[in-house]
């Protein structure tokens, strides 16, 4: 089955009345962000989505693929479902080497295994400031590798049309250089999140609020001129957190130079 778009059908909040948006429709090559507060309920909704809720979770929603309730085969066969959720704490409990595993798993997906392997590990390493050895063994990989190489995987060699994200920005991930290379294919990309770049990134953001879905907003307009200035301020950020991540000490010249440098180019 070809997805073209899924549908959020909107329940009811934490209060039980119902929620202020009532259907949100996303389509392929969507990027979307969910943002809010803690305890709102971003979670919960991306929850939904993943197990095609049917008003029968908490919040009462309802999740339509193509207008329609999704097949059961969706959520009976693994290999049917189009949805790769990755969580924050997704670990892998395999111990074989990040290339055998890969390979195993491009195997089953029937691919052309080389390829997708190497690409895959490419699009990994081009996520992280720090290229993975695929000699390693899954176990070994850092937080941030492990989540880079689940993106990948998920991408490339799941070949998921619907990605849900929870919380990538702590991961080590280079959150610019991703968002420019899941534009690159057609998929839904559902990003729940607290970072202003991805939210200000993405096609638009639903707001959570007291377990509801408050509203869906367009990056319209001026809100486009603001972004782009804040991409600014956090580029200055970004650069003194590498610094701060490799151990340096900074000094007022180092800011002044910085700032100088960075004048010039925007
Ligand atoms: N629509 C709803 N109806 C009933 N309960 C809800 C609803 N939405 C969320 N909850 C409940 O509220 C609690 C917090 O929700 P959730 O974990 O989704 O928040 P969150 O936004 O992901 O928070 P955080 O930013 O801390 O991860 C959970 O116990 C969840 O079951
Ligand atoms: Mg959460």
Redesign the pocket.
Known sequence: MEIKKLTIIG????D?QP?PTREVTLKMGDIVSIV??????????I?DIELFANENT????KVLINDGVPPEEFRADPYKNPIALISQHTNFLSDLPVKKFLEVHARIRKSDVQNVVNETVEFANQLTGEPLNVENSMTELSGGQTRALLIADAVIIGNSPIILL??IENAGINRTKALQLLKNYQKIFIF?T?DPRIALLSDFRIA?G???MQKVILPENEEKVVAEELRKFDDVLTHFRDHIRKGDKLDKKMLDEYLATFAKSV
């Open positions: 329940g009811h909040g934490k039980g929620e809010g507060p803690t305890g709102c309920g971003k979670t919960t909704l929850n908490p919040s009462g929603r929870d919380e729940v607290h959570m007291n377990g509801a």
